[in-house]
């Protein structure tokens, strides 16, 4: 199981990006996958899921209005869309996969963990 994010970089504030999180060694169907944020000094923080079969979805309360999360089941890809970035967006943005069909924004609730990729919004 593999996970690998990408899409990040620097982005001037009211501006938008879309990660990628590109799943390999398993399909999406069976697995809920989530996103989370971990900025600098602050903890790890799970801010939207969604359930790789049914589609359904979770958001932070935090984020909801700006961040939007879809699958490509074709693709084995999950995206994340952040819009009107903030400075308080910035931080390294990371996907993991649980095992089950339940939403939940908790990182402990995770198995599988990719490596991040940085979102820095600045002018």
């Known amino acids: 199981v593999q996970l690998q994010a990408s899409g990040g970089g620097l982005v001037q504030p009211g501006g938008s990006v879309r990660l990628s999180c590109v799943a390999s060694?398993?399909?999406?169907?069976?697995?809920?996958i989530g996103w989370f944020r971990q900025a600098p000094g602050k903890k790890r923080e799970g801010v939207s899921c969604?359930?790789?079969?049914?589609?359904?979805?979770v958001y932070a309360d935090s984020v909801k209005g700006r961040f939007t999360i879809s699958k490509d089941n074709a693709e084995n890809t999950v995206y994340l869309r952040i819009d009107s970035l903030k400075p308080e967006d910035t931080a390294v943005y990371y996907c993991?996969?649980?095992?089950?069909?339940?939403?939940?924004?908790?990182?402990?609730?995770?198995?599988?963990w990719g490596r991040g990729t940085l979102v820095t919004v600045s002018s």
């Open positions: 060694g398993f399909t999406l169907d069976y697995y809920t």
């Open positions: 969604i359930n790789g079969y049914k589609g359904t979805t």
């Open positions: 993991a996969a649980r095992y089950d069909e339940q939403l939940r924004l908790m990182p402990d609730e995770y198995d599988y």
